[in-house]
């Protein structure tokens, strides 16, 4: 088991360098186009931990455009997860998104859903803490036509790999440590021809503990979204505030024994 998950999460990693290795090579022939806009992005996600070996994850995003002043999306997602030692975790869950139209004068949101399973890693690395994480989703997302939904979906499955790098700055605990984190997502399907690098995000910031089960991170998020036209990007300069709730509501005997 310990085997194969180490074999996929190196996976994972060999995935990302050589992908962002050949990017160049799949350029389109025309020229590139980048649409550079401001968000702010909030979200709070919690994960419970209720037996040795099973819990839940369940999480709420909020994203918004031009900053803070028009919306971007909503998101609600949950899970079950499955201790598989401390460190290592197993889940599979589904999220609900609704996306704000981007049509000049539309006012319906259109509908996504996702089924999603992954596997995530922590490690040390001396005093910085690793994370690992690699997300397997399958996404149905509405057609909106003349601001209607137009009966069909766009049905496409998507990789991402998240690595994320905690590194403390202080010798006392109580003050943020800094974050650096990088997720490649690239996506495959029937109506995916140009743009299989779906998008990328890169952190950095500070994270904060607020008490033993709750934190959060605070900083600047740059997403890079490549749209279905291959040569057409939208680069998010984004202010992100995720927290993160953790409580273990195992039997202390049980915490105790592992």
């Known amino acids: 088991m310990f085997y194969l998950i180490k074999k996929i999460l190196f996976k994972g990693s060999l995935l990302t360098i050589l992908f962002l290795g050949i990017q160049p090579i799949i350029a389109q022939t025309k020229s590139k186009e980048v649409n550079i806009q401001s968000q702010a992005w909030f979200s709070f996600n919690s994960t419970t931990r209720l037996t040795t070996h099973w819990g839940f994850i369940a999480d ?22 499955y201790w598989v030692t401390d460190n290592v975790t197993l889940a599979a869950g589904y999220g609900k998104m609704w996306l ?29 803490s ?4 690699i997300r397997n989703e ?30 403390p700055v202080f010798k006392n605990k109580k003050y943020p440590s800094l974050v650096v984190s990088d997720e490649l997502a690239i996506q495959f399907g029937k109506e995916v021809v140009y743009n299989t690098f779906e998008q990328n995000r890169l952190f950095l910031g500070i994270r904060q503990g607020i008490n033993k089960n709750l934190s ?9 979204q490549q749209k279905s036209t ?14 993160y709730f953790m409580p273990n509501l195992r039997k202390k ?6």
């Open 100 to 128: 704000a139209p981007i049509s000049t004068g539309w006012k319906n949101f259109a509908k996504e859903d996702r089924i999603y399973i992954q596997i995530q890693s922590i490690s040390k690395m001396g005093k910085i």
């Open 60 to 81: 709420a995003h909020m994203r918004r455009n031009n900053f803070v002043e028009d919306p971007s999306f909503y998101f609600l997602r949950a899970a079950v997860n």
């Open 130 to 133: 690793l994370l690992q994480r």
């Open 216 to 224: 959060y991170d605070l900083g600047y998020m740059q997403v890079m």
């Open 138 to 167: 399958n996404r149905w997302q509405q057609k909106m036509v003349n601001d209607s939904f137009s009966g069909n979906y766009k049905i496409t499955d998507r990789i991402r790999y998240l690595l994320s790098a905690t590194i």
């Open 253 to 258: 005997t049980m915490a105790h024994s592992q």
């Open 230 to 243: 291959g040569y057409q990007y939208d680069k998010n300069n984004t202010f992100r505030v995720f927290f």
